[in-house]
């Protein structure tokens, strides 16, 4: 807070030159004071806001400095392990050699396990670190609307921003029009996008408490689509269409792809619009396909057992393994994907 001291050597010079000074004079300085004083107060409200983020992530960055100290500790451990087995090996000389084989199989495996280790820590240090720099620039474009009407979120490895009525539909709760401000809050969220070109994003929309049945409404112009009365028959359709909304606007004015985008609608009632950026999960989802395809050698033969005759066949090819939630080839679609969700 400013010192008593001065707001007295305001109001004493204000007194002083009262006399010299024309009335209009005089209130435009008044509200100019005005206008400093709130600009101070937004300031330091700013500021606050500001250090209880930065305090927020320095907790996050020390959790994952934790994290990476435990997961190091396994690491040396583990290289201790084998460098004692291996000078246990070379001092072995009155083994068989079946017996020092299984050994040399057993350390190749921990080294094979250490390995993965690392690329799976490597990975969770990819998706956090990406999630941070995602929600970093969410925070800076959409600072400035406030955290009752924005709402950015990091839970589970995944982001999301929750987006209120009031500030889409104005607070209409059979509306699917968006409000101007609206428009430009979804403009902000595009720019970063556009910015991540390999982002994909879900939008969900959602409906209040309000039991709908063949609700008439009025004709509703939304991104020059028009909707007739007796649009809405019940919450799942509002729900789904205020997801359209949203995502034809990102499509025909800020120009997102429409394979980047899905539109779902729920019928649980909430107050609000959440946008869930799809999480980037291909490093690990490599990881561990890797680590199955370690986890099945090949059978070996049992000794003495009769061995088949080798035939022309050959081998049968093994199955692709589908992939995990393809989305379509960019271009072949015109339209963002729908979905209707519980």
């Known amino acids: 807070m400013r010192p008593l001291y001065f707001y007295s050597i305001i109001f004493s010079t204000l007194l002083s030159f009262a006399g010299c000074v024309s009335t209009g004079k005089f209130k435009d300085m008044q509200q ?26 320095n907790k996050q960055k020390s959790s994952l400095q934790n994290q990476l100290n435990s997961v190091n500790s396994l690491l040396t451990a583990s290289n201790e392990n084998i460098t004692q087995l291996r000078r246990q090996l ?100 595009a720019r970063i996008f556009r910015d991540q070109p390999d982002l994909e994003f879900m939008v969900e929309g959602h409906a209040d408490s ?25 919450n799942w359709d509002l729900s789904v269409k205020r997801a359209t909304a949203v995502v034809r606007i990102m499509q025909n004015q800020y120009g997102i792809a429409p ?20 999480p980037q999960l291909d490093p690990l989802l490599r990881v561990l396909e890797h680590k199955q395809e370690q986890a099945t050698p090949p059978t070996p033969a049992t000794p003495g057992a009769p061995t088949a005759p080798a035939t022309s066949t050959p081998p049968p090819t093994p199955a692709t393994p589908a992939p995990i939630a393809a989305a379509p080839a960019a271009g072949k679609s015109k339209f963002p994907k729908i979905a209707a969700l519980g």
């Not at 990819?126 to 959409?142: G, I, P």
């Not at 309000?210 to 019940?234: F, I, K």
């Open 32 to 57: 100019q004071a005005q206008k400093n004083d709130s600009l101070y107060i937004w300031a330091m409200h700013t500021l606050k806001t500001c250090q209880d983020d930065n305090n927020n992530l």
């Open 259 to 278: 394979v980047r985008m899905t539109a779902a609608g729920r019928s649980t009632p909430d107050r609000s619009t959440r946008i869930v950026i799809t």
């Open 210 to 234: 309000v039991h709908r049945d063949s609700v008439r409404t009025d004709s509703v112009r939304t991104d020059s689509v028009l909707y007739t009365r007796d649009a809405l028959p019940d």
């Open 90 to 189: 070379q001092d072995l000389s009155a083994i068989s050699s079946s017996q020092a084989e299984s050994i040399k199989n057993s350390l190749d495996n921990m080294s094979a396990k250490d390995t993965y280790l690392r690329n799976l820590r490597s990975a969770l240090m990819h998706r956090d670190s990406f999630n941070l720099a995602v929600v970093m620039n969410l925070k800076m474009a959409l600072g400035g609307f406030g955290n009752q009407n924005v709402n950015i979120k990091l839970e589970k490895g995944v982001v999301s921003v929750d987006l209120s009525d009031s500030l889409l539909f104005n607070n209409d709760s059979n509306s699917y029009a968006l409000t101007s401000k609206a428009k430009s809050v979804l403009g902000r969220l």
